[in-house]
């Protein structure tokens, strides 16, 4: 059974960087074809993909954060982080980590999260 872990600072403030880890355990980072995305949720909002991390590494990210947003991995320790930069308290949320088991359907990407880190809250506030 696969199981995801996030950690990191609950309180940022303002023009910081978030920096969150996800703890895998159960599974490898590395084994194909899986990915593994950063998901976040405002207050009263739906959720939003942030980005994610291929099994070879690749990374992708949304438009609308990517200038702001680092996803990186240490195959060592099954972990993959996300850093978003420049933060605002437009930034709190309940942030997620899970794994993608998608795939191309009518020349478009499906995503298939198969499995959820709990969340935690981070708050951005001085």
């Known amino acids: 059974q696969v199981q995801l872990q996030e950690s990191g600072p609950g309180l940022i403030k303002p023009s910081q960087t978030i920096s969150l880890t996800c703890t895998v355990s159960?599974?490898?980072?590395?084994?194909?074809?899986?990915?593994w995305s950063w998901i976040r949720q405002p207050p009263g909002k739906g959720l939003e993909w942030m980005g994610v991390?291929?099994?070879?590494?690749?990374?992708y990210y949304s438009p609308s954060l990517e200038s702001r947003t680092s996803i990186s991995r240490d195959t060592s320790k099954n972990q993959f982080s996300l850093q978003l930069r420049s933060v605002t308290p437009e930034d709190t949320a309940v942030y997620y980590c899970?794994?993608?088991?998608?795939?191309?359907?009518?020349?478009?990407?499906?995503?298939?999260?198969?499995?959820w880190g709990q969340g935690t809250q981070v708050t951005v506030s001085s």
């Open positions: 991390i291929a099994y070879d590494g690749s990374t």
């Open positions: 899970g794994r993608d088991r998608g795939s191309y359907e009518n020349r478009r990407y499906v995503a298939e999260y198969d499995y």
């Open positions: 159960g599974g490898s980072i590395t084994t194909r074809y899986y990915a």
